[in-house]
């Protein structure tokens, strides 16, 4: 790890991001912290739904946060809009998009150049800065190819050039190596180091640990899950008492000595609905402590209710005991499984950023138009 005694260069506070997805409150991000200073590379791991790709359109500009504070190079960054916002994204960001986002009818040169002639920039200046990048990331002979007539490696890193094209002091990379087989990851991950002794912070996410060795900061997007090790005494509860929460962490499964409980649904407009209830020789909230995952639904005392709650290990030794099977498979006859899984949770990260694509016939008319004017600009 290098020394963070620098100033930082991205500082993310108490960040949260809330919206609702299928009735329910969802928060990819809640209380996020990240402190980056310049000449960095960060890798920012977690699953599918675990609020990676959520981030880095945050720092993108790309969509609001519900609360928290955002900062690059001292621009609050949650406060932009308009020009300002155009600004940032042109000259303090650059974007490195997972699927590459190539425009399949332009070369690599005006790919690379696409975002300057978007902007204005004149045709003569913004291809000459292509040129600059392409050579800097090893594809210089390439740079009349289509993408299609590219590897996969190679698109990455034309995809790379296109991000630094406005020389911004961070870039961003979305999954940048996970299309790629081994040798063509090590050489984009190499270019990004290179580019980070630069001075540049990079952040890319990733699901990839084998990336790890090579980062210079790691930002676990899922903290690890530390389920109950503690044996306890039994539980009882009244009628209308609530065992625990929707999203509240995972801690113990209850094994209901006596009573019933109902499994309720909470939805982010304050109103709930019962899914299901559990009596008494079942089980609840297993999976929830088993698979790692906040608690998918409210459970609450539909009776007065006596519980038992139990260990991973001490339900796992219930489950390989025949006589405990046997007593549970009889008292259970006829009851449908509630899967408290938190599939309704496991909202896969959308990707947001997304390239502006059709003015490429107008960018392709600035490249290879009337060759009279080098001053041609895109409107």
Do not use: C, W
Not at 94 to 121: K, M, T, W, Y
Not at 153 to 163: D, E, K, P, S, W
Request: charged share 25%; hydrophobic share 40%.
């Amino acid at each position: 790890m290098r020394p963070e005694s620098r100033p930082s260069l991205v500082r993310i506070e108490d960040l949260v991001v809330e919206y609702a997805s299928e009735r329910y409150t969802v928060r990819p991000l809640d209380g996020f912290e990240l402190d980056a200073p310049p000449g960095q590379l960060i890798a920012l791991l977690g699953p599918s739904g675990s609020g990676k790709t959520t981030l880095l359109s945050i720092l993108s500009g790309m969509i609001p946060a519900t609360s928290g504070s955002v900062v690059v190079d001292g621009i609050d960054v949650l406060s932009l809009s308009g020009t300002e916002l155009e600004d940032y994204r042109r000259h303090t960001i650059g974007i490195v998009f997972q699927g590459f986002n190539l425009i399949p009818s332009l070369s690599a040169r005006e790919n690379v150049a696409a975002p300057l002639l978007v902007a204005g920039v004149r045709r003569k200046e913004a291809l000459a800065r292509a040129d600059v990048l392409l050579a800097e990331i090893g594809l210089e002979e390439r740079a009349d190819h289509m993408p299609k007539h590219l590897s996969g490696g190679q698109q990455q890193r034309v995809a790379v050039a296109r991000g630094l094209v406005g020389d911004p002091k961070v870039l961003l990379a979305d999954e940048p190596t996970a299309n790629l087989d081994h040798i063509s990851a090590e050489a984009v991950v190499q270019l990004l180091r290179s580019l980070r002794d630069r001075g540049r912070t990079i952040i890319i996410s990733t699901h990839d640990d084998r990336l790890l060795p090579a980062m210079d900061q790691v930002v676990y997007m899922t903290p690890e899950h530390e389920a109950a090790t503690t044996a306890q005494g039994q539980l009882m509860l009244v009628p209308g008492e609530v065992l625990f929460r929707q999203d509240a962490k995972s801690d113990y499964i209850y094994d209901i000595v006596e009573g019933t409980v109902d499994i309720v649904r909470e939805f982010s407009d304050g109103t709930e609905t019962v899914i299901a209830d559990r009596s008494a020789g079942a089980y609840v909230g297993e999976l929830g402590p088993l698979l790692g995952f906040p608690r998918s639904a409210q459970v609450r005392a539909r009776t007065h209710v006596t519980l038992q709650p139990l260990t991973i290990a001490e339900y796992n030794e219930r489950h390989e005991n025949p006589v405990e099977a046997e007593r549970r498979a009889a008292g259970s006859a006829g009851d449908a499984a509630i899967d408290l899984s938190d599939s309704d949770h496991a909202v896969d990260d959308q990707d947001v950023i997304d390239l502006e694509h059709q003015q490429a016939e107008t960018i392709r008319t600035a490249v290879d138009g009337d060759e009279e004017s080098d001053e041609a600009t895109v409107d």
